[in-house]
T-cell receptor
Framework: KAGVTQTPRYLIKTRGQQVTLSCSPI?????VSWYQQTPGQGLQFLFE???????NKGNFPGRFSGRQFSNSRSEMNVSTLELGDSALYLC????????????FGEGSRLTVL | GNSVTQMEGPVTLSEEAFLTINCTYT??????LFWYVQYPGEGLQLLLK?????DKGSNKGFEATYRKETTSFHLEKGSVQVSDSAVYFC?????????????FGKGTLLTVNP
C-alpha cells in the first residue's frame, strides 16, 4: 500500500509569514499525528486528529494549528513564523489493527530566515 | 507525565561489534514500547515493539525486552553492519489514552565503520 505522503518536502519562509503543510495518510488510516523534530528538542508531539476531530494536543502555542478533512488528509498551519520554527515536521498515521504503530512520512523541512 | 530517557550518543562502532542502546521510561499504567529508526533524509520507521511486560520485540537482528521491574527497553544487536548507521528512537504510548500519541526519547546516532 502507498505510504504517508507529505508536501512540500522543503520550503523556506521568512519571519512573520505563515505556512501550510499537507499530509495524506495511508489508505484506511483515520488517525493523523504531527510531530516537530529539531536537533535541540528532538521529536515533540504537536497534535493528533481522528475523524476530523482533534483528539490530542501537545504543548505548542496557538500559532500552530491543524485540521483534518473527511478523506483523512490533514494540514497543519503555522502563523507568524519565528526563527525557532525551523524544523522537520513529520506526519504519522495509524489505523485499527496496527497495535498503536505509527507510519511516518518523510517530513517537510521548514527553514525560517 | 510520560517520559523516555535514552543514551544520546553518538555511538561509533566497528562492523560486527555488539550494540546496546539503553532506554528507560516513566509512565502510568502499562505502556506499549517501541524502537523507531531514522535513516538519513528519511522519516521514521518502526524497528520493533513490545506491548506487555516480558515481551521481546525483534526485527532485522535487533532485539529489545520489555522490563517492567526496571522500566527499561534496551535495544541490542549482536553484530552491527554499516547499513545500520542511523538514528534510533525509543518511544512509548500509554494505554487508556490515544494509542497514536507517542512520547519519544531524544534519539541516539549510531555510526558503524567498515
Amino acid at each position: 500500500k502507498a505510504g504517508v505522503t507529505q508536501t512540500p518536502r522543503y520550503l523556506i519562509k521568512t519571519r512573520g509569514q505563515q505556512v501550510t503543510l499537507s499530509c495524506s495518510p495511508i489508505s484506511g488510516h483515520r488517525s493523523v499525528s504531527w510531530y516537530q523534530q529539531t536537533p535541540g528538542q528532538g521529536l515533540q508531539f504537536l497534535f493528533e486528529y481522528f475523524s476530523e476531530t482533534q483528539r490530542n494536543k501537545g504543548n505548542f502555542p496557538g500559532r500552530f494549528s491543524g485540521r483534518q478533512f473527511s478523506n483523512s488528509r490533514s494540514e497543519m498551519n503555522v502563523s507568524t513564523l519565528e526563527l525557532g520554527d525551523s524544523a522537520l515536521y513529520l506526519c504519522a498515521t495509524g489505523g485499527q489493527g496496527e497495535n498503536g504503530e505509527l507510519f511516518f512520512g518523510e517530513g517537510s523541512r521548514l527553514t525560517v530566515l | 507525565g510520560n517520559s523516555v530517557t535514552q543514551m544520546e550518543g553518538p555511538v561509533t562502532l566497528s562492523e560486527e561489534a555488539f550494540l546496546t542502546i539503553n532506554c528507560t521510561y516513566t509512565a502510568t499504567g502499562y505502556p506499549s514500547l517501541f524502537w523507531y529508526v531514522q535513516y538519513p533524509g528519511e522519516g521514521l520507521q518502526l524497528l520493533l515493539k513490545a506491548t506487555k511486560a516480558d515481551d521481546k520485540g525483534s526485527n532485522k537482528g535487533f532485539e529489545a525486552t520489555y522490563r517492567k521491574e526496571t522500566t527499561s527497553f534496551h535495544l541490542e544487536k549482536g553484530s552491527v553492519q554499516v547499513s545500520d548507521s542511523a538514528v534510533y528512537f525509543c518511544a512509548l504510548s500509554s494505554k487508556g489514552g490515544s494509542n497514536y500519541k507517542l512520547t519519544f526519547g531524544k534519539g541516539t546516532l549510531l555510526t558503524v565503520n567498515p
